[in-house]
């Protein structure tokens, strides 16, 4: 069984950091891409903040780039997501999701609010 676990969201001032981590365990093999998305409050779909491939290729949405940073560890199964200069539009539910040769795995999303 796999399982992909999220950690670290929570509230923060605007302006302010946080870090979230990214976890896949159980039988996952040919891990090939790992990401972020979120879905924001009365949005029904997930939107992609950040990609990052086995061969290290990383992908930002516009509205992130600068202020956030992907990183991952393919071996580990593990991808974190650094979220600075926070804005109050950047609050949502934020979704990791691993990509293998034969399946996609999503988490059960944490929650990141930006609010002063």
């Known amino acids: 069984q796999v399982k992909v676990v999220e950690s670290g969201g929570g509230l923060v001032q605007p302006g302010g950091s946080l870090r979230l981590s990214c976890a896949a365990s159980?039988?996952?093999?040919?891990?090939?891409?790992m990401g972020w998305y979120r879905q924001p409050p009365g949005k029904q779909e997930r939107e992609l903040v950040a990609?990052?491939?086995?061969?290290?290729?990383?992908n930002y949405a516009t509205s992130v780039k600068g202020r956030f940073t992907i990183s991952g560890d393919f071996a580990k199964k593990t991808v974190d997501l650094k979220l600075d200069s926070l804005t109050p539009e950047d609050t949502a539910v934020y979704y990791c999701?691993?990509?293998?040769?034969?399946?996609?795995?999503w988490g059960q999303g944490t929650q990141v609010t930006v609010s002063s």
């Open positions: 999701k691993v990509d293998s040769d034969w399946n996609d795995y």
């Open positions: 990609a990052i491939s086995s061969g290290g290729s990383t």
């Open positions: 159980g039988s996952i093999f040919s891990v090939n891409f």
